[in-house]
């Protein structure tokens, strides 16, 4: 719950830096696309989320991947910390 717990914070910090408005109550059926985050935002949250966890699955898979929904996103991250990534 942690994990999720700082990406939402990320998310809400990235949102703000680059003017974008989030729905409310992003949960974890929650397209990607319809969160208010734009494809540059999206961009911002990976790199922030690198700086702060210390990975970047998407540039590590072997297979490209994109989340669909939050939770899928979360996923992501979640699968590639219990790697050991």
Same mark, same amino acid.
């Given at each position: 719950m %942690? =994990? %999720?717990h700082t990406i939402r914070q990320t998310l809400d910090q990235v949102a703000i830096i680059a003017n974008c408005q989030l729905i409310d109550n992003i949960n974890d059926d929650t397209v990607l696309l319809q969160s208010g985050l734009d494809s540059l935002g999206f961009a911002m949250l990976v790199a922030q989320l690198e700086e702060d966890l210390g990975i970047d699955p998407f540039s590590q898979? #072997?297979? $490209?991947?994109?989340p669909r929904t939050f939770a899928e996103f979360v996923g992501v991250y979640r #699968?590639? =910390? $219990?790697?050991g990534n």
């Open positions: %942690e =994990l %999720e898979m #072997q297979i $490209a991947v994109y #699968q590639t =910390l $219990a790697n």
